[in-house]
């Protein structure tokens, strides 16, 4: 299949899981804000988990497919999708053709970016092991920058998938307003006591300079150091909650520097930060501690909701009526719609 | 020297901080390298990355294959056996050719007036001084390099530039530098590297790394595009060795 960018959309880029393995060298790891949304996108299409896909942000773009069939999995906030002018489900499988055209109506109070999945994933060229755009340093995805008008993208090779497939209700991400779960440390001794009751109790709100980068937080008491904001410089990894010298936290997300000088003083856990990462700015943000165990745990039951996901997928759920797979006869792949007559 | 004093610390579910203390200092940063060079030889389930920085060495694994109880004991192991202050002996050493002043080190002057140096003379000192680089970071490649001769201390620019080139050798405070890729930035520049610091498509993609010993050394402008040119056609091969203690 081809894509052709009509028009891009606010921030429309190629994202996967991230470029792993280069941070010791100063390469940040970049990827997909909301990661369970890609993931759960690519299992209904039958793509590995780590496929590229676009990622959408607050206005969507315009793409016209073309050059054979496929499949669409549109996942993460709802920006409204329409395929040929007709609303079109999220988290399901949709079919298209040549000639076909996904539109947006752009967000509706319900998450801040979506992820276009497609069947076989978007083929660009891997750097460093990954196709996520990572702009700052103008690599990966398409030349390292956004989409722009008249940009044509071509997919990979398709896997199995069965349109109007959707991930259940019970097995998408949490998208609620919980409190953001947040592991304690590695720099909360550099933090007066009174401020960590403060970072755990109050209500900020979401700034609108926030990016890719980083979530910065407005409003709620200041947080006080003990020494001062400035350590000699280490790690920052996803999700680290930074205090700088105005007390206020910022949340490091997908974009962040590999290495930075402020305390940290502890790191949400992933499944939080991509829900952070759907929050309109101005959204009302806390956070509670958890262990790094507890953490672990939390990964373990999204790892057996994916799982779910996986067989749920494998056993289509198709009417016999009417579907359509992809079905490989010696060594050939076709793409089989049927519909039952009479 | 009793044991190593070190902190294991959390960075959430998927991270662990071994923290070697709140300094710029070659024996904790010969320990962060020590520690990574052993965990790289001998990985353990779910090892994911590691990022050496100034002055810890970050442990990121995947949390559904780690066992969290069996890597702090592993890591404690570790702290125990590490001997202090590595650095120094047989080290990865990198030499970078630099065209000094001109268009390529526009603060070259500001250098030499601030520090009461001859340009020539801030040239020497700088490409004499022992410098080791602590961490990449900031963007992609940066090396974050110690062991400056203080005498060629200057601040940074109190108006940073909104453009410095690629490759541009820079001092910083007490710091020296260069920066990797083409971004904004404060430190004071005074030369240039022919070939690029950092090239996602070549191997090594970054030239000077953290636990190298960096040499830079002068050349002119017939031997700045003779490199250029070996470079663009990848015949040019950065000139990695190791320093001794002698040397």
């Known amino acids: 299949m081809k894509l052709t960018i009509q028009t891009p959309g606010a921030l429309t880029t190629i994202q996967d899981l991230g470029r792993w393995g280069y941070q010791a060298i100063g390469m940040p790891v970049s990827g997909a804000m909301d990661a369970p949304a890609l993931i759960r996108g690519n299992i209904l299409l039958g793509n590995p988990d780590n496929a590229a896909a676009l990622e959408v942000t607050m206005a969507g773009p315009s793409i016209m497919f073309g050059d054979g069939d496929g499949a669409v999995a549109i996942t993460g906030g709802d920006l409204q999708p329409k395929?040929?002018?007709?609303?079109?489900?999220?988290?399901?499988?949709?079919?298209?053709h040549s000639g076909d055209v996904l539109t947006f109506g752009g967000i509706c109070g319900k998450g801040f970016r979506a992820y276009v999945c497609v069947s076989g994933g978007i083929d660009v060229p891997p750097v460093m092991g990954s196709r996520s755009t990572y702009m700052k340093a103008k690599i990966g995805g398409l030349e390292g920058r956004k989409l722009q008008k008249g940009d044509e993208l071509i997919t990979g090779t398709a896997g199995i998938f069965t349109p109007s497939m959707s991930c259940p209700?019970?097995?998408?991400?949490?998208?609620?307003?919980?409190?953001?779960?947040?592991?304690?440390?590695?720099?909360?001794?550099?933090?007066?006591?009174?401020?960590?009751?403060?970072?755990?109790?109050?209500?900020?709100?979401?700034?609108?300079?926030?990016?890719?980068?980083?979530?910065?937080?407005?409003?709620?008491?200041?947080?006080?150091?003990?020494k001062g904001p400035d350590i000699v410089s280490d790690a920052i990894p996803m999700g680290a909650v930074q205090i700088p010298g105005q007390g206020l936290p910022i949340?490091?997300?997908?974009?962040?520097?590999?290495?930075?000088?402020?305390?940290?003083?502890?790191?949400?856990?992933?499944?939080?930060?991509?829900?952070?990462?759907?929050?309109?700015?101005?959204?009302?943000?806390?956070?509670?501690?958890?262990?790094?165990?507890?953490?672990?745990?939390?990964?373990?039951?999204?790892?057996?909701?994916?799982?779910?996901?996986?067989?749920?997928?494998?056993?289509?759920?198709?009417?016999?009526?009417?579907?359509?797979?992809?079905?490989?006869?010696?060594?050939?792949?076709f793409f089989v719609e049927w519909e039952k007559l009479s | 020297m009793a044991s190593i004093e070190a902190k294991i610390l959390p960075a959430g579910e998927t991270c662990i901080f071994v923290d070697f203390g709140e300094k710029i200092d070659m024996k904790i940063n010969g320990c962060v390298q020590a520690l990574k060079q052993?965990?790289?030889?001998?990985?353990?389930?779910?090892?994911?990355?590691?990022?050496?920085?100034?002055?810890?060495?970050?442990?990121?694994?995947?949390?559904?294959?780690?066992?969290?109880?069996?890597?702090?004991?592993?890591?404690?192991?570790?702290?125990?056996?590490?001997?202090?202050?590595?650095?120094?002996?047989?080290?990865?050493?990198?030499?970078?050719?630099?065209?000094?002043?001109?268009?390529?080190?526009?603060?070259?002057?500001?250098?030499?007036?601030?520090?009461?140096?001859a340009e020539d003379e801030v040239v020497k000192r700088y490409c004499d001084s022992p410098l080791y680089c602590f961490m990449n970071g900031f963007t992609p490649g940066f090396p974050y390099l110690g062991g400056m001769d203080s005498s060629l201390e200057t601040p940074r620019l109190k108006?940073?530039?909104?453009?410095?080139?690629?490759?541009?050798?820079?001092?910083?405070?007490?710091?020296?530098?260069?920066?990797?890729?083409?971004?904004?930035?404060?430190?004071?520049?005074?030369?240039?590297?022919?070939?690029?610091?950092?090239?996602?498509?070549r191997d090594p993609a970054v030239a000077i790394q953290a636990g190298m010993w960096v040499k830079f050394y002068p050349v002119d402008m017939t031997r700045y595009r003779e490199i250029e040119v070996q470079a663009k056609n990848g015949s040019y091969k950065i000139e990695y060795g190791r320093r001794s203690l002698a040397s």
Do not use: C
């Open chain 2, 159 to 201: 108006n940073p530039r909104e453009y410095i080139p690629a490759n541009s050798v820079a001092i910083g405070g007490a710091q020296a530098g260069a920066y990797s890729i083409a971004s904004p930035g404060g430190w004071r520049i005074i030369g240039r590297v022919p070939y690029e610091l950092y090239d996602a498509n």
């Open chain 1, 169 to 226: 209700e019970n097995l998408r991400p949490d998208y609620s307003n919980a409190p953001l779960r947040t592991v304690l440390g590695p720099q909360d001794s550099y933090i007066k006591s009174e401020g960590i009751k403060t970072f755990l109790t109050a209500e900020y709100k979401l700034s609108s300079s926030s990016d890719r980068m980083g979530s910065r937080m407005e409003g709620g008491k200041l947080i006080e150091h003990v």
């Open chain 2, 38 to 117: 052993s965990l790289s030889e001998k990985p353990f389930d779910g090892l994911r990355e590691l990022v050496p920085t100034y002055r810890s060495l970050s442990v990121y694994f995947d949390p559904l294959s780690v066992n969290l109880q069996a890597l702090k004991q592993r890591l404690e192991g570790e702290l125990a056996g590490l001997s202090s202050g590595e650095i120094g002996g047989n080290s990865p050493e990198v030499r970078v050719p630099v065209f000094f002043g001109g268009e390529f080190g526009p603060d070259l002057h500001d250098v030499a007036e601030h520090t009461h140096l």
């Open chain 1, 251 to 333: 949340v490091m997300m997908a974009d962040r520097q590999t290495t930075g000088g402020y305390v940290k003083i502890g790191v949400v856990h992933a499944l939080d930060v991509a829900r952070l990462s759907q929050y309109m700015p101005g959204s009302p943000v806390k956070f509670s501690e958890i262990s790094q165990e507890q953490g672990i745990d939390i990964s373990r039951a999204e790892a057996e909701a994916l799982n779910s996901l996986r067989s749920h997928v494998s056993q289509p759920a198709v009417t016999h009526e009417r579907g359509a797979m992809n079905v490989i006869v010696d060594g050939e792949k």
């Open chain 1, 83 to 96: 395929l040929n002018g007709q609303p079109v489900q999220n988290w399901t499988v949709i079919a298209v």
